[in-house]
C-alpha cells in the first residue's frame, strides 16, 4: 500500500486479556517505530525495528509488552495481561532513507 | 539525552493572525528536528525537518521553521492561520548517525485554535 497500515484501527478489551496489534509499513522500509499516545500526553517511544538486527525495547514500559517483526514486513505488538493504564492510541511508523518516518493512523486500545 | 519543550498546550490565533508555536530542545549531538501535525482521530503527518543543512527550513501549508543553534530552538511558523490550521502540533527530536536508532523524542504537543 502507499502508506503505514495499522489493525485493528479500535480495540477494547478486558483488564486481563492479551491484546495483539498489527503494523504493515511501507513497503522497503527497513527501519520500524512503535509509540504511544496516552490521552493529553505526547509520545512515547516503545521499540524499534532495523532489518534483521536486534530491537532496541528501551522503550517498552514493563515485561507485558513485547513485539516482533519478521524481516522487512509486518510488525505485531502484544500486550499480556492488559491494564487500564495501558489504554492509548498505539503508533507505528516506517522510516525511509530520507530519515523521515511515517505514521499509520494508529489503534485506539481501551482496556475496561 | 534528548528532550523537547514546547512551550504553551494550547495556542489560539484569529484567522488571518501569525502562527507561532514553541519548541525548545536539548541534545548532546547534532540533533534532527522535526515538526508533525495531527488533526482529530487521525496519524500524524510531517510537516517540516531539519537535518542539518539550511536552518530556515519550508515545509507543507505554509508552514516554516528556523534552527537556531544557540537558542535551542525550532520554533514553527505561518505567517497567516487558516481555520484548517486547527490540529495539534507535536515538535520532536531524534538521534541520527551510524549507531543511533532514530527514534523520535516528542514534545507534550500544542493544541492550535484559529477563531474566525
Known amino acids: 500500500g502507499a502508506g503505514v497500515s495499522q489493525s485493528p484501527s479500535n480495540k477494547v478489551t478486558e483488564k486481563g486479556k492479551d491484546v495483539e496489534l498489527r503494523c504493515d509499513p511501507i513497503s522497503g522500509h527497513t527501519a520500524l517505530y512503535w509509540y504511544r499516545q496516552r490521552l493529553g500526553q505526547g509520545l512515547e517511544f516503545l521499540i524499534y525495528f532495523q532489518g534483521n538486527s536486534a530491537p532496541d525495547k528501551s522503550g517498552l514500559p514493563s515485561d507485558r509488552f513485547s513485539a516482533e517483526r519478521t524481516g522487512e514486513s509486518v510488525s505485531t505488538l502484544t500486550i499480556q495481561r492488559t491494564q487500564q493504564e495501558d489504554s492509548a492510541v498505539y503508533l507505528c511508523a516506517s522510516r525511509s532513507l530520507t530519515d523521515t518516518q511515517y505514521f499509520g493512523p494508529g489503534t485506539r486500545l481501551t482496556v475496561l | 539525552a534528548q528532550s523537547v519543550t514546547q512551550l504553551g498546550s494550547h495556542v489560539s490565533v484569529s484567522e488571518g493572525a501569525l502562527v507561532l508555536l514553541r519548541c525548545n530542545y536539548s541534545s548532546s549531538v547534532p540533533p534532527y528536528l522535526f515538526w508533525y501535525v495531527q488533526y482529530p482521530n487521525q496519524g500524524l503527518q510531517l510537516l517540516l525537518k531539519?537535518?542539518?543543512?539550511?536552518?530556515l527550513v519550508k515545509g507543507i501549508n505554509g508552514f516554516e521553521a528556523e534552527f537556531k543553534k544557540s537558542e535551542t530552538s525550532f520554533h514553527l511558523t505561518k505567517p497567516s492561520a487558516h481555520m484548517s490550521d486547527a490540529a495539534e502540533y507535536f515538535c520532536a527530536v531524534s538521534d541520527q548517525g551510524s549507531g543511533n536508532t532514530g527514534k523520535l523524542i516528542f514534545g507534550q504537543g500544542t493544541t492550535l485554535q484559529v477563531k474566525p
Open positions: 531539519y537535518t542539518s543543512a539550511a536552518t
